[in-house]
């Protein structure tokens, strides 16, 4: 069975009365407020109708006028608010409720029921101009309460014994108006709190935007100060680079200038042979010196790859199967220790590298008289992971070398074959990932590398 659903446009019509001058770019409590506004204006338009015939009935024409004025004034309270003139459309309801009220109460006499309305007129006002101040509120209440007191007592008996009378217009039109009266301090009432509680929720919002705005900007602000960070560094890293590469470079460089001076052209000898075989070496010594260039700005490009959880004993495997020739050779073994994690938020391109070079230093500069043993462990503190690797190696002269541990083409062993890049790398890597690097060693000792690298 297919259910249709009509449309009624007269709903449509009263729903766009409702909403008039109400938008999105206005604040959710402010349009709350025009809605309420346009909602009461309505209902008195509609409640007030009955009064045509009441005042028809009577013969009083000039009431008769009053009502016709109010509900132009009522009218052009939603007509106001849809324009967004919402001092004129405040100004309209006011003389709508209060000078209707006052005009009516003066044409039919003192002892009329309409006095009633009297009481809650100002009840509007705090809704008008706001709704700060809640002792308005209070303070209308119990005069209303009051008033309201004093004309029920008039209807009793008490009220017939000095003579006080509400009953020009008849019982049923007063308690009418009673009814009605209070109907409307509960809607105002009930309008009042869920004001105050979108004006809460408004607040709440906001205040939940200025703190993602501010841990935006503070996170903002931590990546500029990391980025000029890491590009200081890099800079004086470039610096020693250049410094230590235009260095290297300036020995091939002349020992081919003084090789070519001293060939003698014209004449092919062995001398001229042995000069030629001199350049090809310094040729060869400048080609490394390119290679490692490359090999480190090549490195130096991993940066650009994204973190991801990586499972360490994974990563020591694909290490391990690079170095696996060097690891079968030497017959080295690796150990590993993982204390209360078993994984790594990293860079996995950096840090394998950073391991490689590690495990490869260590497997070189091994004793020659035991196998290297690597041990390798990985702690997950508070907000840093310590990752270490150990070797029994034949360790370093840190009283001598201390200050070039980590420096490039830095040698500390004359009978090793060694470019001295390998921890150059690896303190570069680690400084990419945020981290701290540190060695203790000595001679014929063993080394000990603690790297840190932030959660």
């Known amino acids: 069975m297919i259910k249709v659903y009509t449309k009624l446009p007269f709903l449509d019509f009263i729903k766009k009365i409702l909403s008039s001058g109400i938008d999105e770019f206005t604040s959710r409590p402010d349009n709350y407020r025009i809605s309420s506004i346009n909602r009461f204006s309505f209902f008195c338009l509609v409640i007030s109708f009955p009064y045509y015939v009441i005042f028809y009935v009577e013969g009083l024409f000039l009431p008769f006028i009053v009502i016709l004025i109010t509900h ?59 709704t700060s101040k809640f002792k308005l509120i209070l303070y209308t209440f119990f005069i209303y309460v009051g008033l309201m007191v004093l004309v029920f007592l008039a209807d009793s008996e008490f009220g017939s014994y000095y003579n006080f009378n509400f009953n020009y217009l008849g019982f049923n039109l007063y308690r009418f108006n009673a009814l009605l009266n209070l109907f409307l301090i509960f809607l105002l009432f009930y309008n009042y709190f869920q004001y105050q509680n979108l004006l809460t929720n408004d607040l709440l919002d906001k205040q939940k935007s200025l703190q993602e705005e501010i841990e935006k900007r503070i996170h903002s602000e931590n990546q500029t100060s990391r980025l000029f960070e890491d590009l200081s560094l890099s800079y004086k890293n470039l610096e020693q680079f250049s410094f230590v590469v235009s260095h290297n470079m300036r020995s091939p460089v002349a020992n081919i200038k003084g090789f070519l001076n001293l060939y003698d052209k014209k004449v092919s000898s062995a001398e001229n042979l042995k000069i030629i075989e001199y350049s090809e070496n310094a040729a060869c010594n400048l080609e490394k010196i390119l290679e490692d260039l490359n090999h480190i700005l090549k490195n130096r490009n991993t940066i650009l790859e994204r973190k ?34 078993d994984s790594i938020f990293s860079i996995r391109g950096i840090l394998s590298s950073i391991l490689y070079n590690l495990f490869q230093n260590s497997i070189k500069y091994r004793n020659n008289w ?46 090793t074959e060694g470019k001295g890049i390998g921890l150059y790398l690896v303190k570069m890597h680690v400084e990419m990932l945020g981290g701290q690097i540190s060695v203790e060693s000595e001679v014929n000792q063993g080394s000990v590398f603690t790297i840190k690298l932030p959660l």
């Open 308 to 341: 991801e959880v990586i499972i360490f004993q994974d990563l020591i495997g694909d290490v391990c199967d690079t170095l696996s020739l060097e690891i079968e050779n030497t017959k080295a073994q690796i150990k590993t220790k993982l204390l209360n994690s």
């Open 72 to 130: 132009i004034l009522f009218s052009s309270t939603i007509w106001f608010n849809n324009k967004r003139h919402f001092l004129f459309s405040n100004l309209s309801l006011l003389l709508a409720t209060n000078g209707s009220v006052l005009a009516l109460s003066l044409m039919l006499g003192s002892d009329s029921g309409f006095h009633l309305y009297i009481y809650t007129s100002p009840l509007f006002v705090f809704w008008l101009f706001g």
């Open 370 to 415: 035991e196998p290297p043993i690597l041990s390798i462990s990985l702690e997950k503190q508070a907000s840093e992971y310590i990752l270490t690797v150990q070797d029994n190696g034949i360790g370093i002269d840190l009283k001598k070398y201390n200050e070039k541990v980590f420096t490039l083409y830095s040698r500390f062993h004359r009978n």
